[in-house]
């Protein structure tokens, strides 16, 4: 029996952020710079590391699937909030809000596990070196990134299918900017229990394991760095790390905030939604490109690159 037999929504109404009247176009124009520039950022890093073979490596290989997820991510509900804050377009159809869903929890479960795998990478080379390249080969390196990818999937699908043949036949109007599985829940007719349960449990399991994950590997890093005797080194791998635990932090630390203040939550979950949302995929590019000389050199050769063509 197929999805419509199972409800009488066609579509659902998005009442977008609160508080917001007369504040429309000014944050509609904050929040399109914030994404052209996570689009242009993102890009630049996606293009740097195509066209310079010296960030052929397992971390930048790492940092360019971070860029299409941060790239992917930005693009679920901005584009939908920029049309409900210019025009005030806030009718989403049920297939739109599926998608939004699916793309939302399948990209963050994404980098969640993305970041998970950097810190290996990172753990790796810093306290394995001279095995780093034979622990870290081309092989495997695809297979964890199919493996988070995979993984990601498996989990949005659950949820959304989970979501999605409950019975919807009340108000179709969800009291938040976008389409998430528990405004959206509170809108069916039958029980609710399992979806609040399974997702609960998904999204805090996926994100304590990898948090978990990510401490041991840095404890592991830190000792390995306390033992160097090289001043050079240790200067060295502090900077190696220093992007990926600022990129942890503001994806964790928003999060961490919410669930440990329970009385807060209310008032802080939608800035923390729209800063995962807006704000976080356009710092990650420029956090990695600001620390990095790698980086920085390889995006100045694409953009010459660029240049010399089309003067072509």
Same mark, same amino acid.
Not at 6 to 10: K, P, Q, R, S
Not at 40 to 45: E, V
Not at 51 to 56: A, Q
Not at 252 to 255: D, K
């Given at each position: 029996?197929?999805?419509?037999n199972? $409800? *009488?929504?066609?579509h ?6 609160? #508080? ?9 124009f $904050?929040?399109?710079?914030? @994404?052209?520039?996570t689009l242009?950022? #993102?890009?630049?890093?996606l =293009?740097?590391?195509?066209? !310079? ?7 930048y290989f ?8 941060d790239?992917?991510?930005?693009s679920v ?6 049309a409900?804050?210019?025009? #005030?377009?806030r009718?989403? =159809?049920?297939?739109?809000c599926?998608s939004?869903?699916?793309f939302w929890?399948?990209?963050?479960s994404? *980098?969640c596990?993305? /970041?998970?795998v950097?810190? +290996?990478?990172? @753990?790796?080379?810093i %306290?394995?070196?001279?095995? +780093?390249l034979?622990?870290m !080969?081309r092989?495997? %390196?695809t297979?964890?990134a199919?493996?988070?990818?995979i ?16 019975? /919807?036949?009340?108000s ?6 976008? &389409? !998430?599985?528990?405004?959206v829940a ?9 979806i *609040? ?7 805090g399991?996926?994100?304590m394991t990898c948090?978990?994950l990510?401490l041991? =590997? /840095?404890?592991?890093?830190? +000792?390995?760095?306390?033992k160097?005797? =090289?001043? *050079? ?7 190696? &790390?220093?992007?990926h635990?600022a990129?942890?932090m503001l994806f964790?630390?928003?999060?961490a905030?919410? /669930?440990t203040?329970p ?7 939608t ?5 995962g949302?807006v704000? $976080?995929p356009?710092l990650?590019?420029?956090? @990695?490109?600001?620390?990095n000389?790698e980086?920085?050199?390889a995006?100045?050769?694409?953009i010459?690159l660029? %240049?010399?063509?089309n003067k072509?």
């Open positions: 029996m197929g999805l419509v199972h $409800t *009488e929504v066609t659902f109404i998005l009442l977008g952020i609160p #508080n917001t009247d007369g504040l429309q176009t000014i944050l509609f $904050t929040f399109l710079a914030f @994404y052209l520039c242009l950022g #993102n890009l630049l890093i =293009s740097a590391i195509l066209v !310079d073979p010296r960030l052929h490596t397992p971390m790492f940092l360019g699937n971070l860029a299409i997820v790239l992917g991510f930005s509900n901005n584009p939908k909030l920029l409900i804050l210019w025009a #005030n377009s009718t989403i =159809s049920l297939g739109g599926m939004q869903v699916f929890h399948f990209l963050a994404t *980098e596990l993305l /970041y998970t950097m810190a +290996y990478d990172r @753990y790796v080379a %306290c394995h070196p001279l095995r +780093y034979l622990i !080969d092989r495997v %390196c297979l964890l199919a493996g988070t990818w993984t990601s999937s498996f989990h949005a699908t659950i949820l959304t299918s989970l979501t999605f043949t409950l019975p /919807y036949c009340r179709n109007v969800v009291d938040y900017f976008f &389409c !998430d599985i528990f405004p509170k809108l069916a007719c039958g029980d609710t229990y399992i *609040e349960t399974v997702t609960f449990t998904n999204t399991m996926v994100p948090f978990t990510i041991v =590997s /840095y404890v592991r890093i830190v +000792y390995t760095v306390v160097m005797n =090289s001043g *050079e080194g240790r200067r060295k791998a502090a900077s190696t &790390c220093a992007s635990l990129v942890v964790f630390g928003p999060c905030l919410i /669930y203040q009385q807060l939550s209310k008032v802080l979950v800035p923390v939604q729209i800063f949302n704000v $976080t356009m990650n590019p420029l956090i @990695y490109t600001l620390r000389k980086v920085k050199t995006l100045r050769k694409a010459r660029k %240049c010399s063509v072509g």
